[in-house]
Nanobody, 119 residues
Framework: QVQVVESGGGLVRPGASLRLSCAATTDRFAINALGWFRQAPGEQRELVAALSSGGRSKIADSVKGRFTVSRGDAKNTFYLQMNSLNSADSAVYYC?????????????WGPGTQVTVSS
């Protein structure tokens, strides 16, 4: 199995920054794609950013220029740097892990971390 854990959420003011971390651990599968999704109350879960081990990446138009995604030095770690946060960014952020290279579909999920942007 694959265990996925997110961290780094919190309550911040508009304009602030946060960095979310994701760590996926497994002794059976190769992790080839990691993705950040978010879900606000009453909304569908949406893809924010994703990376594959093959070098492909994707970032949502709504966060381009403000959010960046990167891999950590440790195996299967993944970061989402969020700058210039606004209230529309408030959501539960989930990290997904997959053994495929598909950036949109993930078999393994973390429990999520809450990000709240409010003055």
């Amino acid at each position: 199995q694959v265990q996925v854990v997110e961290s780094g959420g919190g309550l911040v003011r508009p304009g602030a920054s946060l960095r979310l971390s994701c760590a996926a651990t497994t002794d059976r599968f190769a992790i080839n794609a990691l993705g950040w999704f978010r879900q606000a109350p009453g909304e569908q879960r949406e893809l924010v950013a994703a990376l594959s081990s093959g070098g492909r990446s994707k970032i949502a138009d709504s966060v381009k220029g403000r959010f960046t995604v990167s891999r950590g030095d440790a195996k299967n770690t993944f970061y989402l740097q969020m700058n210039s946060l606004n209230s529309a960014d408030s959501a539960v952020y989930y990290c997904g892990a997959s053994s495929s290279y598909d950036l949109h579909n993930y078999a393994f999920w973390g429990p999520g971390t809450q990000v709240t942007v409010s003055s």
